[in-house]
C-alpha cells in the first residue's frame, strides 16, 4: 500500500448532518481496502476565489495507505458527488 493524501471541500449551503455523513461516505470508501492514518476536518474557511458561486467551504484533509484502485474508486466518487466543491488526492513522498 502506498501513502496518499487528500484535500476536499464541501459546499457550506447543507446541513450539518450532511457533511458529517459525506465525511463518514469518503472515509468508508478508503478504509475499504486502506486505513486512515490521520483525520483533520479544518473546519468552514473561506475560498481564495468563488468557485461555483460559493466563497465559504467546510476543509477536510485526509492521510491514508491505500491500494490505486481505492484510490482510483475514490476519485471516481469525488467527481460524482454533489458536495464537494474541489478536491485533490496526492501520493505522500514524506
Known amino acids: ?3 496518499y493524501e487528500i484535500m476536499y471541500i464541501i459546499r457550506t449551503d447543507i446541513e450539518q448532518e450532511a457533511v458529517q455523513s459525506t465525511i463518514e461516505k469518503f472515509q ?3 478504509n ?3 486505513e486512515v492514518t490521520k483525520h483533520d476536518v ?3 474557511r473561506r ?3 468563488e468557485i461555483e458561486k460559493f466563497r465559504d467551504g467546510h476543509y477536510v484533509l485526509v ?3 491505500a491500494t490505486p ?3 482510483s474508486e475514490l476519485d471516481r466518487v469525488m467527481k460524482i458527488s454533489d458536495e464537494i466543491i474541489r478536491y485533490l488526492i496526492v501520493k505522500d513522498v514524506a
Do not use: D, W
Open 63 to 65: 492521510h491514508f495507505n
Open 47 to 49: 475560498l481564495a476565489y
Open 28 to 30: 468508508g470508501i478508503i
Open 32 to 34: 475499504n481496502g486502506g
Open 69 to 71: 484502485e481505492v484510490v
Open 1 to 3: 500500500m502506498r501513502k
Open 42 to 44: 479544518m473546519g468552514k
